[in-house]
């Protein structure tokens, strides 16, 4: 797996993490972390993330960043 894709997996089960612990009445988050799974799941692992794969994943951050009330980065 190549190194980005791994820190790309690991942001995602933060936000896994995320929507267990707050956000199941969450749609907007639950739909974007949603999103984010099924992109990455039909990735290539062997090169970088797709630029359509990061913005998925940095709108489903946001989203988490307004569940638990820290700013945006």
């Given amino acids: 797996m190549n190194d980005n894709f791994k820190e790309l997996k690991g942001r995602i089960r933060?936000?896994?993490?995320?929507?267990?612990?707050?956000?199941?009445?969450?749609a907007p988050f639950a739909q974007?972390?949603?999103?984010?799974?099924?992109?990455?799941?039909h990735g290539d692992r062997t090169r970088d993330p797709s630029p359509e794969l990061?913005?998925?994943?940095?709108?489903?951050?946001s989203l988490g960043r307004m569940i638990t009330?820290?700013?945006s980065a």
Avoid: T, Y
């Fill in 32 to 41: 974007a972390l949603s999103a984010v799974r099924r992109k990455a799941k």
């Fill in 54 to 61: 990061r913005v998925l994943l940095e709108k489903a951050e």
């Fill in 69 to 71: 009330g820290q700013p």
């Fill in 14 to 26: 933060k936000l896994d993490e995320l929507l267990v612990a707050r956000g199941m009445g969450n």
